[in-house]
């Protein structure tokens, strides 16, 4: 499967642990991005990076969140100290030269 | 402020009706529009965007800058379009998505 793969898919954590979750995007694509879903929402822009550069971060991502994406591939996502409000699904996508986006399977956080 | 509405949650239609499903945005400036669907177990996946002029599945949507609308619709509905649907902005280039808060689709038989 060459699409975007995002690792663990299902992650439980109690209140105040930390999480890392993991993107890969497509191959050939240079452009990653995060989002968040909570239940009937769309999904929200955390993050955005051009090769290994962070080019836009939302008001969403609190001093608690940290993305990294170090050699322009894969991406990680932390949260530190997690809270019950953490809990959704993260997604990531990756895009090339056009602007369409290919989104992963998503990660489900569940914060107790 | 950008932002995209979809005013029905959820919208249900018999096989072989006519679908719309409703999108209103508003964005300053030149979005790029995109219907995203999502299909029970599957990843978020791009349906159609407003520049390909182009239709999927049989779906079509139109932009009406005058109404800063981009319904998504479809003559004859089938049972595999029931699905999540969202619709989606960005600016130009390789930006974010703007998402709505979607539109589930049930297609009766």
Known sequence: ????????????????QNV?????????????????????????FL?????????????LLSDRFSAERPKGSFSTLEIQRTEQGDSAMYLCASSGRSNRQFFGPGTRLTVL | AQRVTQPEKLLSVFKGAPVELKCN??????????????????RLQL?????????????????????TSFHLKKPFAQEED???????LSGQ??????FGQGTRLTINP
């Not at chain 1, 499967?1 to 299902?10: L, M």
């Not at chain 1, 890392?20 to 009937?40: A, K, V």
């Open chain 1, 1 to 16: 499967d060459t699409g975007v793969s995002q690792d663990p898919r299902h992650k439980i954590t109690k209140r105040g």
């Open chain 1, 20 to 44: 890392t979750f993991r993107c890969d995007p497509i191959s050939e694509h240079n452009r990653l991005y995060w989002y968040r879903q909570t239940l009937g929402q769309g999904p929200e």
């Open chain 2, 25 to 42: 945005y508003s964005y300053s400036g030149s979005p790029e529009l995109f219907w995203y669907v999502q299909y029970s177990r599957q």
């Open chain 2, 82 to 88: 029931s699905a999540m649907y969202y619709c989606a």
């Open chain 1, 47 to 59: 993050t955005y990076f051009q090769n290994e550069a962070q080019l836009e971060k939302s008001r």
């Open chain 2, 93 to 98: 280039g390789a930006q974010k998505l703007v």
């Open chain 2, 47 to 67: 349906l159609l965007r407003h520049i390909s002029r182009e239709s999927i599945k049989g779906f079509t949507a139109d932009l009406n800058k005058g109404e």
